[in-house]
């Protein structure tokens, strides 16, 4: 809890990516991607809750599966209205914010998380993410959205701003909303790098990573670790990062 104010994480996690079906449960250091998702973010000071959002499709029957094995909050809503499923998942824990984490990012680092929680009560925003501007490696994204602003997104939104849940406040309406935006500092502030996991070289990378740094890494160690092993970085630097209009 920050200062009285109740935040939890909702973790958006599906089985039918296009470029890498079933990615969340690939196996890093022999635990599904899903898993040391929610792992790192349990080392949050602010965090009182983590959700698991996903699709009520058979598909992601595995997810439902792990979390009810490892006991889990979770929760089972449409494939296709993205933001419906993100707000059903925090509706039942009376949240003042909801940090929002993609299942493509197991690198999350809980020191980010932690950092744009504060920001966004001490700014009385909207809004707070690292992504408006991109200054972290792609895979360390967060975004933080306060529950009255979501609600009114998912009474407004339609369209693609649906399956995107933040774009309506960022995109479409970014006149409406107070937003603040983290900077990565100078140490890390390496937009080239990429460790989000999409596709078969993000995976070959991202379980390397996990496999020399174990799981308890920070950003600034993956930073470091990719610039003393340039030929690892290498391996996903080609890598398009998808348009968010593509789907």
Same mark, same amino acid.
């Given at each position: 809890m920050y200062k009285g104010k109740k935040v939890g994480a909702v973790i958006l996690a599906r089985m039918r990516s296009t470029r890498l079906p079933g990615k969340v449960m690939l196996s890093l250091k022999g635990k599904p991607a899903l898993q040391w998702i929610v792992e790192r973010l349990k080392n949050s000071k602010y +965090? #009182? !809750?983590i959700i698991i959002a996903t699709s009520d499709d058979v598909s992601c029957d595995p997810i439902a599966m792990m979390c009810t094995r490892l006991g889990y909050n979770y929760f089972r809503g449409s494939e296709e209205d993205i933001l419906d499923r993100f707000v059903g998942a925090s509706a039942p824990y009376n949240l003042d &914010?909801?940090? *929002?984490?993609?299942? #493509?990012? @197991?690198?999350?680092d809980w020191e980010i998380v932690d950092t744009l929680i504060h920001l966004f009560f001490t700014n009385n925003c909207s809004y707070c993410s !690292?992504? +408006?501007? *991109?200054?972290? @490696?792609?895979?360390? #994204? &967060?975004?933080?959205i306060s529950t009255d602003i979501l609600e009114e997104v998912n009474q407004l939104a339609d369209g693609v701003d649906r399956k995107h849940i933040t774009t309506y406040i960022y995109k479409t309406h970014p006149d409406r909303y107070r937003m603040v935006d983290l900077i990565a500092g100078e140490t890390v502030s390496h937009p080239e790098f990429r460790v989000t996991l999409d596709t078969l070289e993000d995976y070959v990378v991202i379980n390397t990573i996990y496999e020399l740094l174990g799981g308890s890494f920070l950003v600034r160690d993956v930073v470091d670790l990719l610039k003393a092993l340039p030929e690892l970085a290498g391996i996903n630097s080609t890598v398009k990062q998808k348009h968010y209009l593509e789907g």
């Open positions: +965090l #009182d !809750n &914010a909801v940090v *929002r984490i993609t299942g #493509d990012c @197991p690198m999350v !690292n992504v +408006l501007q *991109r200054t972290f @490696p792609i895979g360390f #994204d &967060a975004e933080v």
